[in-house]
C-alpha cells in the first residue's frame, strides 16, 4: 500500500511532463490539418506546399540558418513574455523594449567602434538589458503601485517607443544620406555569421555548416534560455515570481512582497525583449531604422504560449515559429500557397494552446467548487 502512495507523486510528474510536451505536438499536428483541409478546399496542392515549406526552412543548410537566425529574436522575446507569466502578468509591451534594446545597441556600438569585441560585445548587450528594463520600470510601477493594468500600459509604451525610435532616425541619430537609419555600428560590436568562425577547408569539408546569415546571437539565447530555466527553478528570484504568479495573497502571507516582485518581475522580462532588439542590430542589421522589427515582440507572446511558460521549451517553439517564416516564402514561390496560410496554422496553434488552459482552468475551478460543497 505504501509503494503504492510512493508511486503516486511520480506519475503525476512523469503525467504532467507527458501533457506539458504532448498538448503542443497535437496542437501543432492539428493545426497542419487545418492548414491542409483550407488548402484543398481552396484548390491549391497542401502536400506540394508542405514540401516547399520544409524545404525552405529545413531543407539544406542555408535554409536551417535562416530558420535559427528568425528563431533567435523569438527565442528572447518567448523568454521575456514567459517570464512575465511565471509571475502572473501579461507583458504585451516586448515589441517596444525590443526598440528600445535595439536603440541602445545601435548607440552604443558606434560609440564603442574602437573598443575591441570583448570589451563592446558584452556592454551593448547590457546596455540593451537595461533599455530594456528600464522601459519596463514605469508599467511595473503603475502595476505594483496603483493596479495599473500591464496589458494596457506596456502596450501604450510600446507605441511610444517605436515612434521615439522613428523620431530618432530621421532626427538626431540619423546617418548621412536619404535613408532614415543610424550609422553603422563598429564591427568589434558584431555578432559574428557562425559559419565564418571555421576556414573555408572546413567548410569544404564539413558543408553542414554553411548556415547562410545565421550567427551567434542564437547561442547567446539558447545560453539564456538554460540560466532563466535555472533562475526560475533554483533561485529565491525564481520562487518568489512563481509564488506570486500561483497566489498573489498566499505569497503576500508567506513574507514575501509582491509589489516588489512585480516590479523585478516585469523589469526582467523587459531586459530580456531588449537583448532581442540588441541581436538583430548586432548580428542583422547592424544599424537601426524606423520598423525594424518584424513583429518579434507579439510572435513573442505566441512561443510563450505554446512553450507554457518553460524557458526550455521557448527553444523549440521559437524554432517551430522561425521554421514557419523562413519556410513560407519558397512554399508561395514553389507550390504558389499564399503565406497568409502560415498566419492561419499559427494562429490555430495558438487557439488550440489557449483552449486548452481554458478548459483546465475550468475543470479546476469546477473541482474546487466540488471540494467546497462536499466541506
Known sequence: MSETHEALPEQRRWMGVVQQIGAPVISVIIAIGIGSVIMWVSGYDAGAAFAALFKGSFGSPKAFGDTLLRATPLIFTGLAVAYGFSAGLFNIGAEGQLFMGGLAAAYLGVQLAAQPWYAAVPVLLLGAMAAGAAWAFVPAVLKARIGAHEVITTMMFTYIGKYLVSWLVVGPLKAPGQIPQTVTIGTSAQLPRIQTLFSEATLEALPFLRFGRAHMGIVVAILFA?????????????????????????????????????????????????????????????????????????TGIAVALVAKKNPLGVIPAALLFGALSAGSGLMQLEADVPQKIISIIQAVVIFLIAAESVIQWFIKRRQKEALSHAG
Open 226 to 298: 538554460v540560466i532563466m530555466w535555472a533562475i526560475l527553478k533554483y533561485t529565491t528570484l525564481g520562487y518568489e515570481a512563481r509564488a506570486v504568479g500561483f497566489n498573489p495573497t498566499a505569497a503576500e502571507t508567506g513574507g514575501i512582497s509582491v509589489s516588489s516582485t512585480i516590479i523585478k518581475a516585469l523589469c526582467i522580462s523587459g531586459a530580456l525583449a531588449g537583448l532581442s532588439g540588441a541581436v538583430e542590430v548586432m548580428g542583422v542589421h547592424y544599424k537601426i531604422f524606423d520598423q525594424f522589427s518584424s513583429g518579434f515582440g507579439f
